[in-house]
């Protein structure tokens, strides 16, 4: 069975930073994507980042430049570095995992900027 917890959300003023931890646990071998992903009020849930098993990385257009995602697999964390948030950034986050064609999410952790 596989879990995911994230942590790291919270409040903060818009040009700040907040760092999101996803913590993956059970079984996980081969390849995986996990990624990022978040939802505002009213709206669809949208891709933030994404990273592979081998390291590759995606980012949407609206966080290229300010966020970045990254992983240790020795402690099964993936980790989204927030950088000069705006209140447009304001969602729950996801964390998200795909292994063996099955997706895995997390219960989300909500981020707020004030302006």
């Known amino acids: 069975q596989v879990h995911l917890v994230e942590s790291g959300g919270g409040l903060v003023q818009a040009g700040g930073s907040l760092r999101l931890s996803c913590l993956v646990s059970?079984?996980?071998?081969?390849?995986?994507?996990m990624g990022w992903y978040r939802q505002a009020p009213g709206t669809a849930r949208e891709l933030v980042a994404t990273?592979?098993?081998?390291?590759?990385?995606n980012y949407a257009d609206s966080v290229k430049g300010r966020f970045t995602i990254s992983k240790d697999n020795a402690k099964n964390t993936v980790v989204l570095q927030m950088n000069s948030l705006k209140p447009e950034d304001t969602a729950v986050y996801y964390c998200?995992?795909?292994?063996?064609?099955?997706?895995?999410w997390g219960q989300g952790t909500q981020v707020t900027v004030s302006s």
């Open positions: 998200r995992l795909i292994i063996a064609r099955v997706v895995y």
């Open positions: 059970g079984s996980i071998f081969g390849m995986n994507v």
């Open positions: 990273i592979t098993s081998s390291g590759s990385t």
